[in-house]
């Protein structure tokens, strides 16, 4: 057991709900799905920032922070593969949980409240990121623990960004789409789900487990 790492508390007030201890007991049981699942969300997060770089060009701000965080999220992801290949675990094509999917069908159409919900949602992202990062960190070994414990300080910086950015680009108090989106998310990272992912809730059942931990084996 690893010395734990306590949730920032500006995340814990900002997420609606924590993280269920039961997702935190099947993320430690299957660990090679979890981590190439965290693969691809730092290939998605890259992926993201890029999409609001060229989107919106002319927000100066938005464009200089998305290029930086883009190029920290492909930094992640090569640690992470770099971490996979150390451990044996063969990487293979995982379905896409319902989180982000979920939370993009909610943004809205029209400008500037699209780019406002993009930016809230990559905020919710990097926010529940960070927390399960925090509670992983107590359970994991100790070179796994080390690396996740270094992720936190980014992640929380992510979460910063994207929120200062979305209350620019809004103009206005968000204080009302935030707890709005924020109640989906919340109900997202926690209610059962049908397979573990990094954005996942609970799964409800450990069948997906033993398949995983078999396809892995």
Known sequence: MNAGKQVPQEIAEF????TPATW???AVRDLPTLMIDHANCEKKAAATALSLLFRYADDARLCDRMSRLAREELRHYEQVTRLLRRRGIVHRSLSAS???QALHEKLRSEEPGRRVDILIVGAYIEAR???RFALLVPELDEELARFY???LAAESRHFRHYLALAE?????SIAARVAELGELEAGLATKPDSKL????GPPER?????RNLSAAS
């Open 168 to 172: 620019q680009s809004a103009g206005h």
């Open 24 to 26: 935190v007991d099947a």
């Open 206 to 210: 450990d069948g997906e487990l033993l």
């Open 149 to 151: 414990s270094g992720l």
């Open 129 to 131: 990121s960070c927390e």
């Open 15 to 18: 997420l609606q709900q924590p």
């Open 197 to 200: 992912r990094f954005h996942s």
């Open 98 to 100: 319902r989180y982000a």
